[in-house]
């Protein structure tokens, strides 16, 4: 069964800090993975996407870890700020059909403090 | 920022009434989908759609009718809400299989 599973389900730092957020997933066959973040009562928003080739991609203050052999994948957020409190969502897509069906994790809560 | 909108943003109704949820793109997109969201939960596809006069039903089982006779307008209309319908309601859109763009969504509270 396609899933995806993420870690922690909620986090709270201190503004400054880094974090680490966790996606494992068992889609096949895999297409690309996307990390998205959710503002409360907005849509997602794309922050990066990697193809099964890459290992690494950076926007910004995010960069975001892709294993294809363990199907992991993380992502590194950099000096939080109070504006990166948001629900951070891993997508996979695979490629077995045309639409480009997505699986969408739970989302890590993240929340920054002052 | 994508330029895909929702209408209306938050609504909140009686049972039984019949309601309508927008949902607009400006991008040109051929592909357009519909997703429900409960806090905490993941995004389940309800509808999608390949282009004009093109409409299928998702993973999860909703009462839900959508229809596309525009391809920029791919609303969702439900006939009779229910409390059970209560959920978060985001509308994106996609050419071909790339990155989907997502509206603000539309908060639908049924009493």
């Known amino acids: 069964k396609n899933q995806v599973e993420q870690s922690p389900q909620s986090l709270i730092i201190l503004e400054g800090k880094n974090c680490t957020l966790q996606c494992n997933y068992t889609v096949s066959p895999f297409s690309n993975l996307r990390w998205y973040k959710q503002d409360t009562g907005r849509g997602p928003v794309s922050l990066t996407i990697?193809?099964?080739?890459?290992n690494t991609k950076s926007n910004g203050r995010y960069t975001a870890t892709l294993d294809a052999d363990t199907k992991q994948s993380s992502l590194h957020i950099t000096a939080s700020q109070l504006s990166d409190s948001a629900s951070y969502i891993c997508v996979v897509s695979d490629r077995g059909s045309t639409l480009g069906r997505l699986y969408f994790g739970r989302g890590t809560q993240l929340t920054v403090w002052p | 920022e994508a330029d895909i909108y929702q209408t209306p943003r938050y609504l909140v109704i009686g049972t039984g009434k019949k309601i309508t949820l927008e949902c607009s793109q400006t991008m040109g997109h051929d592909k357009m989908y519909w997703y429900q969201q409960d806090p905490g939960m993941e995004l389940h596809l309800i509808h999608y759609s390949y282009g004009v006069n093109s409409t299928e039903k998702g993973d999860l089982s909703s009462e839900s009718t959508v229809s596309r006779i525009r391809t920029e307008h791919f609303p969702l209309t439900l006939e009779s809400a229910r409390p059970s319908h209560t959920s978060q309601y985001l509308c994106?859109?996609?050419?071909?299989?790339?990155?989907?763009?997502f509206g603000p969504g539309t908060r639908l509270t049924v009493l």
């Open positions: 994106a859109s996609s050419r071909g299989s790339n990155e989907q763009f």
């Open positions: 990697m193809t099964f080739s890459e």
